[in-house]
């Protein structure tokens, strides 16, 4: 099974703030990583797809990169309404395996 | 527009069953395989596994293997999971996911307690 190291499992950041998020695999996933939004009580929202594509509707503030085994999800600059948790997916091979997730804060 | 809507909230005892609904519109139902995730409160997101939604064939992660059942309905556009001989750790909010995980429920509590 394909293993997923998403750090730091919290954050704190201020408003305007650059925030970084990053998931590594354990073995090479092309761009088959999805980042999501959840807040609490409800469903993951779809942020970005393919490891850089912004799902229609999410904020141009979010983007994703990739290089290798290593993704990335940025926050340019920090919203208030950004406070959730944020999670990785990889969907390259079955099982798919999630990160543990970010708690993202306010400083 | 594409929805993935499940059914109600579930309060069972331990070593009874039950059965959660995913009713897919807005797309073609077979042109897609159905997720299954588990969210224990509090914690992260567990796979569960999947079924092909147009062979009815089901796969299960590891810790998925004994006691979970995947099936369709496919003339309803319909998702379920069956859980048997419930215990309490599968206290969780239970998530269908479509294909690559673009679209999910709205999940399912349920919670498990004598």
């Known amino acids: 099974d394909i293993q997923v190291t998403q750090s730091p499992s919290s954050l704190l950041a201020s408003l305007g703030e650059r925030v970084t998020i990053t998931c590594q695999t354990s073995?090479?996933?092309?761009?088959?990583l999805n980042w999501y939004q959840q807040k609490p009580g409800q469903a993951p929202m779809l942020l970005i797809y393919?490891?850089?594509s912004l799902q229609t509707g999410m904020p141009s503030r979010f983007s994703g990169q990739y290089s290798g085994r290593s993704f990335t999800l940025t926050i340019t600059s920090l919203e208030p309404e950004d406070i959730a948790n944020y999670f990785c997916?990889?969907?390259?091979?079955?099982?798919?395996?999630f990160g543990a997730g970010t708690k993202l804060e306010l400083k | 527009q594409i929805q993935l809507v499940q059914s109600g909230p579930e309060l069972k005892k331990p070593g009874e069953s039950l059965k959660i609904s995913c009713k897919a519109s807005?797309?073609?139902?077979?042109?897609?395989?159905m997720q299954w995730v588990k969210q224990a409160p509090g914690k992260g997101l567990q796979y569960m596994g999947w079924?092909?939604?147009?062979?009815?064939?089901?796969t299960y992660a590891d810790d998925f293997k004994e006691r979970f059942v995947f099936s369709l309905e496919t003339s309803a556009s319909t998702a379920y999971l069956q859980i048997n001989n419930l215990k309490n750790e599968d206290t969780a909010t239970y998530f269908c996911?479509?294909?690559?995980?673009?679209?999910w429920g709205q999940g399912v509590m349920v919670t498990v307690s004598s």
């Open positions: 996911v479509r294909g690559t995980g673009d679209y």
């Open positions: 807005g797309y073609t139902f077979t042109d897609y395989a």
């Open positions: 079924i092909n939604t147009q062979t009815g064939k089901p």
């Open positions: 073995q090479s996933i092309s761009n088959n």
């Open positions: 393919y490891a850089t």
């Open positions: 997916l990889q969907h390259y091979s079955a099982p798919y395996t």
